[in-house]
């Protein structure tokens, strides 16, 4: 009953901050919905400090609910998979649950998250994991300024068992068959991410399939530069890479390029 009341006045926050009236739904998985769609459409500005000890209380029983991921739970998945890259990891399932120094977010140009209600992009769901403070640090560090395709932007995890988030902007391919441009587009994403980390001091980091899926960067083109780019990489803090991946298919190509020796 506690939780249930401490969503009802999240969601009351947030209609209010909004400006909307909906009638609040009963149910902790209803409730836990509406919340995040009010999370999605939220414009920043500053926040109550009483709202974020409700808002990051409930975000941090979501995250314990979907359980923590940590390194060592990757290293132990991946131990009958691989025999010559031990620090580049695969892993299929929900990034958000992944603790890491760094998860990096396929954001969009706008860099302050995915604005569709309940959307299930990474974009959204990273957002909607972190709390509103991430939209939040984003747009204080943008200032209305655009993301250029291959940039990246580090901001804090907050409510992620992640400690940081790396936004980068990924190539989006209209036609479907990306140029050679294009490519080397996608091959600066992963190098601005590194190259926060190693200045940051990251000793570990996951990359989700930047550029894939709604960007429509072709699936198995799009993992081998990730791969490529990562190994050609020359790492000094960062003792830990993870390909995190969600669909059956990529899980597949990675698994293959990661044990081609």
């Known amino acids: 009953m506690e939780r249930l009341e401490n969503l009802k006045n999240i ?19 209803e ?9 999605n459409v939220w414009a920043p ?16 029983l979501q995250a314990k609910d979907k359980g923590i991921v ?28 992944l603790k890491v120094d760094a998860i990096v977010n396929a954001a969009n140009a706008q860099g302050l998250g995915c604005w569709a ?11 909607s994991a972190a709390g509103i403070q991430l939209r939040k640090e984003c747009n204080d560090q943008l200032q209305g300024r655009l993301l250029k395709t291959g940039e990246a932007m580090i901001t804090k995890g907050y409510n992620l068992p992640a400690k940081h988030v790396i936004h980068t902007v990924g190539p989006i391919i209209e036609t479907g068959v990306p140029t050679k441009e294009q490519e080397e587009q996608l091959a600066q994403c992963y190098r601005s991410c590194l190259d926060l980390a190693e200045q940051a001091g990251f000793e570990s980091i996951a990359f ?8 429509h960067f072709p699936n198995e083109l799009a993992a081998g530069i990730a791969v490529e780019t990562v190994k050609r990489y020359p790492r000094q803090s960062i003792k830990t890479i993870v390909f ?6 990529d899980y597949d190509i990675y698994r293959q390029l990661l044990t081609e020796d």
């Open 117 to 127: 209600p309940l959307h299930n992009c990474i974009d959204n769901c990273i957002h």
């Open 244 to 249: 995190n991946v969600f669909l059956d298919k």
């Open 31 to 39: 409730r836990q919905r509406m919340m995040r769609a009010l999370m």
């Open 208 to 215: 989700c399939c930047i550029s894939t899926g709604v960007f």
């Open 45 to 60: 500005k500053e926040i109550s400090a009483d709202f974020l000890r409700m808002q990051d209380a409930e975000l941090q």
């Open 70 to 97: 940590n390194i060592d739970d990757v290293a132990a998945a991946n131990s009958s998979l691989f025999t010559f890259h031990s620090s580049l990891f695969l892993w299929q399932g929900d990034i958000t649950r």
């Open 11 to 29: 969601i009351r926050y947030l209609m209010a901050d909004n400006h909307v009236s909906y009638q609040i739904p009963s149910s902790l998985n």
